[in-house]
């Protein structure tokens, strides 16, 4: 089976899906604003995407374990194919509101494929594999603005957008169908074959929950995602009051962090990963974070702007190394890994659902507080991230020295 091919489907299956997530998030506040949209409404329907991909990563995770890599991947893109159309249909908000929540369902699938990477590549590339995707859903982000900018400056309005990102979507169906493979090449480099017995309908999940080497790094990944969405939220208000920053200041700043997230993603963190290890870099990453968000809301803007550069170098290394850590902590190619990746995935879209709400009412109370508060729980995922590495070395010397490892 050609390996490198269908590593390029998959990572342009969560490219597609950013891009068209992207395309249309330039336009979206005017198009609520045309349909009679208060606040309340753009916060409602920005805040679906995440809400609808919490919930269904798991699900699709765990019924990719089930029913295959490819089956689901392919009806994600279906998925995302026809929420756009409809996106682009909605003529009310209820109906935009619904479109959305379907867009969010569907957007779960990059559990599915950080699955589909791990098992397509050998342990040894894993890392780099995940970086992939990685970069391409940072690559649809950056990529995704400019061309709704675009498309709005060419008069095609909101429908045309929505329209283009799912006439993009169901060229990604056919490529997905005529080049991944049916099964996943296993990951020792074995012969293809079906898993010995399939798993419960959400066993993936539960067993994901019920592991003691996944949830310190499900909480990291938490704290660390809601602390970069914190950011997000609040450093056009930063910039403006410090720095003068105007709205096209910030978007030009803003894909800046998407580049650096790019590079780091798509090349630095495997050789990084190479040198220190998985864990170490994760830990790494936690640590450049935290000290990035420390620096953005005293220092002057020569220091801010690399330091915003720290911040996404140090969420660059932590997305790829903690689904790294998730992939090596269940059984590699196992029936449960979809479901385990959906988890992680699913504590990610909660924290870019919950970050922004806790930072904006920090923010409110004092401009340093959600930089310093998420500096801070930054330092609790270090905590976290070392403390699975004390772990697992403990166990390894209990192993050698015949001592029934923990559990």
């Known amino acids: 089976m050609r390996r490198l091919p269908a590593l390029l489907v998959v990572c342009l299956a969560v490219f597609v899906d950013m ?33 609808a991909q919490f919930l269904a990563a798991p699900v699709l995770g765990a019924l990719s374990d089930r029913y295959g890599r490819r089956r689901l991947l392919v009806l994600s893109l279906a998925g995302s194919a026809v929420s756009m159309a409809l996106t682009g249909l909605a003529g009310s908000l209820p109906l935009l509101l619904a479109a959305r929540l379907v867009a969010g369902g569907c957007g779960g699938s990059i559990a599915v494929a950080q699955a589909y990477v791990v098992e397509l590549v050998e342990p040894r590339n894993r890392l780099r594999a995940l970086g992939a995707v990685g970069a391409s859903i940072g690559f649809g ?56 017995s399939r798993p419960g309908r959400f066993g993936g999940i539960t067993a994901a929950l019920r592991n003691p080497s ?49 590079v780091v993603q798509g090349g630095l963190v495997g050789r990084a990963a190479d040198r220190f290890g998985d864990r170490r870099v994760a830990v790494g990453g936690a640590v450049l974070l935290a000290a990035g968000l420390v620096v953005l809301p005293f220092a002057p803007a020569f220091v801010a702007y690399p330091a915003l550069g720290v911040v996404a170098v140090g969420q660059g290394l932590l997305t790829t190394t903690t689904a790294a850590l998730i992939a090596k902590a269940t059984a590699e190619g196992g ?21 922004p709400l806790a930072a904006g009412a920090a923010y409110d109370v004092a401009m340093p507080m959600p930089y310093l508060a998420s500096a801070v729980l930054c330092g609790v995922a270090v905590m976290l991230l070392a403390r699975g590495r004390s772990r697992h070395a403990s166990s390894a010397v209990a192993g050698e020295h015949g001592v029934p490892a923990e559990p």
């Open 19 to 51: 891009l068209g997530f992207g395309i249309i998030l330039p336009l979206l506040p005017f198009h609520i604003a045309s349909l009679g949209g208060s606040g309340v409404w753009l916060g409602a329907i920005m805040t679906a995407y995440a809400a």
């Open 141 to 196: 982000f950056v990529v995704g603005p400019a061309i709704g900018a675009g498309l709005a400056g060419l008069g095609t309005g909101f429908a045309g957008a929505c329209f283009v990102a799912a006439g993009i979507a169901v060229v990604n169906i056919g490529l997905a169908l005529a080049l991944l493979p049916r099964r996943a090449v296993a990951t020792t480099g074995g012969s293809v074959a079906a898993p010995a």
């Open 214 to 262: 996944i949830r310190p790094v499900l909480l990291a990944i938490f704290i660390t995602m809601a602390a970069f969405a914190g950011m997000e939220t609040t450093f056009a208000y930063l910039g403006a009051a410090r720095f003068n920053l105007t709205a096209a200041g910030l978007g030009i700043v803003f894909t800046g962090v998407g580049i650096v997230l790019i």
């Open 335 to 355: 029936a449960e890994l979809g479901g385990a990746m959906g988890v992680g995935q699913s504590a990610a879209s909660a924290a870019r659902a919950l970050g």
